[in-house]
């Protein structure tokens, strides 16, 4: 389920501790429809990128998750019989306001909504296998979502990006750290497609990716603004 709400900030700068949830009816959440497409970015942290034996590429490399893999804060990640390991990927969602064609840099600020925390959940011995990685991250479930905080909310130069799993942290990233930053990104993609409303931007993980299992609590925050928790359940026949 995909519920347009957002996170309103609650303490002025976000530390993880004290952070609440607020939500809206008729925010800026309310007015974006429904992804058409989930544009992700691989290895754009290079701590991450070495973690896999890889390294930033000279230009983004850039896959797709479909709409159909969102889930929400407190759905269940469902593992497939048979995919070997799963790993949750902390990443940066940017949100999409405005129809954006061949944008460039300088303007592709404007063309964000919001951000939002999201979980790239993968499956890493699949995604190892296959050339494409349609399969490895295209799993139903396998797109925590957490609540979308609006981009003039935020302190976008300053975003952290968090894993806990069973409430033990094992990624941090900040966007300063990001290869490619996100006005690049919308330049990049929008040169390719057009990005339209609700659309949504994965901008890649940092380092720290590992595996979960059933029984475990996999949260993904945007630290001080949004959270999505979910458990982690083996998929019902
Ligand atoms: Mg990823």
Known sequence: ????????????????????????????????????????????????????GSAVPAEPLIFFK??????????????????????????????????ARRVDVKEAAQCVAAYAPLNDVTARDVQRND????????????????????????????????????????????????AFGVPQLIAFISGIMTLEPGDIIATGTPAGVGPIQPGDSVEIELVGYSKVRNPVIARPA
């Open 1 to 52: 389920m995909w519920e347009l709400t957002v996170a309103k900030r609650r303490s002025a700068k976000g530390s993880g501790e004290g952070w609440e949830e607020e939500t809206e009816e008729g925010g800026v959440g309310a007015n974006l429809p429904r992804p058409t497409k989930i544009i992700c970015v691989g290895w754009n942290y290079h701590a991450h990128a070495g973690e896999l």
């Open 66 to 99: 479909p709409p159909s893999a969102i889930i929400g804060d407190g759905e269940a990640i469902e593992i497939p019989d048979g995919v070997g390991r799963v790993d949750q990927e902390a990443e940066i969602a940017v949100v999409i306001g405005r129809r």
């Open 131 to 178: 050339d494409q990685w349609t399969r490895a991250k295209g799993f139903d479930t396998f797109c925590p979502v957490g609540p979308p905080v609006a981009a003039d909310a935020v302190d976008a130069g300053k975003l952290t990006i968090v894993a806990r799993v069973n409430g033990v942290e094992r990624q941090r990233g900040s966007i300063q750290q990001l």
